[in-house]
């Protein structure tokens, strides 16, 4: 069983930035693959980024790439989203995931568990 638990949503007005947090725990943690996504209204749960626990590869969505950055903390297990240049279409509730084949095609099949998520409004 692993257990997620997100926080850092909240307002912020276009080009600024928000780090979001993800507090992970359960006792095989270490195997599961990382990721965060998002959901915007009326649309689809998409992919954002994804991590490695052992050796902290990273792979973003393209939309994402160059203004996020996803990271772990080993020893607290946590893993963090830092989220710049922000844009009125990042406005979406972010997820934190973990699942053992994620890495497979960063998509939902892959999540094993979910977060219950944070809203991230983004003002033009």
């Known amino acids: 069983q692993v257990q997620l638990v997100e926080s850092g949503g909240g307002l912020v007005q276009a080009g600024g930035s928000l780090r979001l947090s993800c507090a992970a725990s359960?006792?095989?943690?270490?195997?599961?693959?990382m990721a965060w996504f998002r959901q915007a209204p009326g649309r689809e749960r998409e992919f954002v980024a994804g991590?490695?626990?052992?050796?902290?590869?990273?792979y973003y969505a393209d939309s994402v790439k160059g203004r996020f950055t996803i990271s772990r903390d080993n020893a607290k297990t946590f893993v963090y989203v830092q989220m710049n240049s922000l844009k009125p279409e990042d406005t979406a509730v972010y997820y934190c995931?973990?699942?053992?084949?994620?890495?497979?095609?960063?998509?939902?099949?892959?999540?094993?568990?979910w977060g219950k998520g944070t809203l991230v409004t983004v003002s033009s």
């Open positions: 995931a973990a699942g053992k084949t994620l890495y497979f095609h960063w998509g939902i099949s892959g999540v094993d568990y």
């Open positions: 359960g006792r095989t943690l270490r195997s599961y693959t």
């Open positions: 991590i490695f626990w052992s050796n902290g590869n990273t």
